[in-house]
């Protein structure tokens, strides 16, 4: 599928789903779709076994709702099972679960991900292999310390199979990022990640081109970091940048007002 | 015991490529034997333990056997969460080599003794917890546990210790048991040490007692444990650990739950606030868990028993 349409599928279900649960995260989720569609139509979803399968981590776990709807649009996961999302007795939760199948990781506790991803690419490193290991992270998740001495150990390590993306829509749970613990730009951000060792670019997150150029396989020792520049809530005018829709569950009326916006997207 | 962990790992390593050490930057004079023979896969982590346990589910993930090396509190205490989260979630062959349970790192200071550990690691309900007794035992625990499923924490004594009387082998279902009597003394692996020479120093005075050492406290070895509690009249759990959530509560539970007529007296560390630092030797006398009160609380115990007998 081309990374457009995936996306705005992606789009959809992630509002359809949630609001089916009742359950908010919605702009995490939407702040990913571009990287998930770019991810999984073009890098992850290749190999033939689970083994030579490339690694993918969602590090900023409260997203898990545009990662189940993924695996949905690449046939892993049945709607039934999508539906569920949050039900009772369901393995679907906010946060995801590696009991599922297609998800290699359980993560929800910010600050763990790209710690198993970089032993993930040590363990490609000390093999001789050449499987990748992606991991995707939010901005707010680099105020946690363990993120940082990940950044090390892979910069120090030259663990060049190891692509992270940096979510970096400028918001968290009670307020921007700029105004909780300051990182800087985007740029800021990505010449600390360059000062670790790592190879960085900044990108626009919602551009699936410039995302699939940053995320190709690279040939360098260094691990790479792709800091995308996104907007939490994107496709959703009245949630865009809203600080108050990292928890909210849509009413109905919202609901059929992002529905239109998603659909005039496309 | 970390030299001869550090060995045996060594050993084991050179027959499968799976083995990884990595460590939290220590291991000084110790960890050199095996980074030597198997540079590509010793790995320096630096002071950063919590990054090291998620890289060790990391690798796990990927079919290798990683073994984390630190002192018992930065071992575990720090980097619960990504134990919890990374290992012991996924259910993972990851390996925590915690070396000085207890008051090994004496002198050190409080912020180096290792005394919640035991109870915190058996909050997690699949976490294998061993405590070997000496250095036989470690090696002997270590490799019987190679190729288990799921995670190991072990905790060691810091310094070697070769306790004569004790099989060195390793049973997670069994205690090792010394001696008979009607009184028991129930001690950790790693303060057996003390235990054998109370029974030493009692049996030479015509006072016999049973020393239980518990090497394995997850999974709780409960039938093997409730056979010697139910043989017992009473019962002394000595730990180089605090009380709540250690040997002692084990112990308690296992009595309680199985309705046994056992009593129970429960020796560990009472007060860890202190700033006093010294030996371990001296840190334990402090706390009462030194062979020489082990031994006469026990011999008021034996007395009391007989007298009611008669």
């Given at each position: 599928m081309d990374p457009n349409d995936f996306a705005r599928e992606l789009r959809r279900l992630v509002v359809e789903v949630s609001k089916r649960a009742g359950v908010g995260h919605i702009a995490s989720s939407l702040s990913i779709v571009d990287i998930m569609a770019v991810l999984f139509t073009l890098y992850l979803e290749t190999a033939e076994t689970e083994q030579a399968r490339t690694r993918f981590v969602l590090s900023k776990g409260h997203a898990a709702l545009a990662l189940y709807g993924a695996l949905h649009l690449c046939g892993r996961l049945s709607r039934d099972d999508l539906n569920r999302y949050c039900a009772d007795g369901s393995e679907l939760g906010v946060h995801p679960e590696?009991?599922?199948?297609?998800?290699?990781v359980s993560t929800g506790?910010?600050?763990?991900g790209l710690s198993l991803s970089a032993g993930s690419a040590l363990a490609t490193q000390i093999d001789g292999g050449a499987r990748r290991t992606f991991c995707l992270l939010s901005d707010a998740e680099l105020n946690e310390g363990s993120v940082w001495e990940a950044i090390m150990f892979a910069g120090h390590r030259n663990l060049g199979r190891l692509t992270a993306i940096v979510?970096?829509?400028?918001?968290q749970a009670l307020g921007r990022t700029r105004d909780v613990l300051d990182l800087g730009s985007a740029e800021d951000v990505a010449a600390k990640m360059s000062s670790f060792g790592w190879s960085s670019v900044v990108v626009d997150g919602h551009d699936t081109a410039a995302l699939a150029a940053a995320l190709a396989?690279?040939?360098?020792?260094a691990p790479r970091m792709v800091i995308a520049r996104t907007v939490a809530g994107h496709g959703v005018s009245f949630m865009e940048g809203q600080v108050a829709w990292h928890y909210l569950p849509l009413s109905d009326q919202q609901y059929y007002l992002a529905l239109r916006e998603l659909a005039a997207m496309a | 015991m970390r030299k001869a962990v550090i060995h045996e790992l060594t050993e084991i390593a050179r027959t499968d490529e799976r083995l990884v050490l990595l460590t939290g930057d220590l291991g000084f004079m110790v960890i050199e034997e095996f980074a030597d023979t198997h540079p590509k896969r010793f790995i320096n982590m630096g002071v950063a333990e919590a990054n090291m346990l998620g890289v060790a589910a990391g690798l796990a993930l990927e079919g290798y056997r990683p073994y984390c090396y630190s002192i018992a509190t930065f071992a575990s205490l720090r980097p619960f969460e990504q134990i919890r989260n990374g290992a012991h979630l996924h259910q993972s062959q990851v390996r925590v080599i915690a070396v000085g349970g207890g008051f090994g790192y004496g002198t050190a200071g409080i912020t180096h003794h290792a005394v919640e550990d035991v109870a915190v690691m058996r909050t997690l309900p699949h976490m294998r917890v061993v405590v070997p007794a000496d250095d036989r035992d470690a090696e002997a625990a270590v490799r019987a546990l190679h190729d288990a499923e799921g995670p190991t924490y072990f905790r060691l004594a810091k310094d070697s210790r070769v306790l004569d009387g004790l099989p060195g082998t390793f049973d997670e279902a069994r205690l090792q048991v010394i001696g008979d009597g009607d009184v028991l003394l129930l001690a950790l692996g790693t303060i057996a040490d003390e235990a054998m020479r109370a029974h030493a120093s009692l049996a030479a005075r015509g006072i016999h007692v049973r020393v239980a050492v518990a090497?394995?406290?997850?999974?709780?070895?409960v039938a093997h444990l409730a056979e010697l509690l139910g043989a017992a009249s009473s019962v002394v759990t000595l730990e180089d650990h605090v009380l709540p959530g250690g040997l002692g509560s084990m112990a308690a539970e296992v009595i309680a739950e199985q309705g046994l007529a056992c009593r129970l007296l429960r020796l560990g560390i009472e007060e860890t606030h202190f700033s006093t630092v010294g030996s371990e030797a001296f840190l334990r006398r402090r706390a009462g868990l030194d062979a020489e009160t082990v031994a006469a609380r026990l011999a008021t115990l034996v007395a009391r028993h007989y007298l009611r007998a008669s």
């Amino acid at each position: 599928m081309d990374p457009n349409d995936f996306a705005r599928e992606l789009r959809r279900l992630v509002v359809e789903v949630s609001k089916r649960a009742g359950v908010g995260h919605i702009a995490s989720s939407l702040s990913i779709v571009d990287i998930m569609a770019v991810l999984f139509t073009l890098y992850l979803e290749t190999a033939e076994t689970e083994q030579a399968r490339t690694r993918f981590v969602l590090s900023k776990g409260h997203a898990a709702l545009a990662l189940y709807g993924a695996l949905h649009l690449c046939g892993r996961l049945s709607r039934d099972d999508l539906n569920r999302y949050c039900a009772d007795g369901s393995e679907l939760g906010v946060h995801p679960e590696h009991t599922v199948a297609g998800i290699d990781v359980s993560t929800g506790s910010l600050g763990q991900g790209l710690s198993l991803s970089a032993g993930s690419a040590l363990a490609t490193q000390i093999d001789g292999g050449a499987r990748r290991t992606f991991c995707l992270l939010s901005d707010a998740e680099l105020n946690e310390g363990s993120v940082w001495e990940a950044i090390m150990f892979a910069g120090h390590r030259n663990l060049g199979r190891l692509t992270a993306i940096v979510d970096l829509n400028g918001q968290q749970a009670l307020g921007r990022t700029r105004d909780v613990l300051d990182l800087g730009s985007a740029e800021d951000v990505a010449a600390k990640m360059s000062s670790f060792g790592w190879s960085s670019v900044v990108v626009d997150g919602h551009d699936t081109a410039a995302l699939a150029a940053a995320l190709a396989p690279h040939h360098t020792n260094a691990p790479r970091m792709v800091i995308a520049r996104t907007v939490a809530g994107h496709g959703v005018s009245f949630m865009e940048g809203q600080v108050a829709w990292h928890y909210l569950p849509l009413s109905d009326q919202q609901y059929y007002l992002a529905l239109r916006e998603l659909a005039a997207m496309a | 015991m970390r030299k001869a962990v550090i060995h045996e790992l060594t050993e084991i390593a050179r027959t499968d490529e799976r083995l990884v050490l990595l460590t939290g930057d220590l291991g000084f004079m110790v960890i050199e034997e095996f980074a030597d023979t198997h540079p590509k896969r010793f790995i320096n982590m630096g002071v950063a333990e919590a990054n090291m346990l998620g890289v060790a589910a990391g690798l796990a993930l990927e079919g290798y056997r990683p073994y984390c090396y630190s002192i018992a509190t930065f071992a575990s205490l720090r980097p619960f969460e990504q134990i919890r989260n990374g290992a012991h979630l996924h259910q993972s062959q990851v390996r925590v080599i915690a070396v000085g349970g207890g008051f090994g790192y004496g002198t050190a200071g409080i912020t180096h003794h290792a005394v919640e550990d035991v109870a915190v690691m058996r909050t997690l309900p699949h976490m294998r917890v061993v405590v070997p007794a000496d250095d036989r035992d470690a090696e002997a625990a270590v490799r019987a546990l190679h190729d288990a499923e799921g995670p190991t924490y072990f905790r060691l004594a810091k310094d070697s210790r070769v306790l004569d009387g004790l099989p060195g082998t390793f049973d997670e279902a069994r205690l090792q048991v010394i001696g008979d009597g009607d009184v028991l003394l129930l001690a950790l692996g790693t303060i057996a040490d003390e235990a054998m020479r109370a029974h030493a120093s009692l049996a030479a005075r015509g006072i016999h007692v049973r020393v239980a050492v518990a090497t394995c406290l997850a999974p709780p070895p409960v039938a093997h444990l409730a056979e010697l509690l139910g043989a017992a009249s009473s019962v002394v759990t000595l730990e180089d650990h605090v009380l709540p959530g250690g040997l002692g509560s084990m112990a308690a539970e296992v009595i309680a739950e199985q309705g046994l007529a056992c009593r129970l007296l429960r020796l560990g560390i009472e007060e860890t606030h202190f700033s006093t630092v010294g030996s371990e030797a001296f840190l334990r006398r402090r706390a009462g868990l030194d062979a020489e009160t082990v031994a006469a609380r026990l011999a008021t115990l034996v007395a009391r028993h007989y007298l009611r007998a008669s």
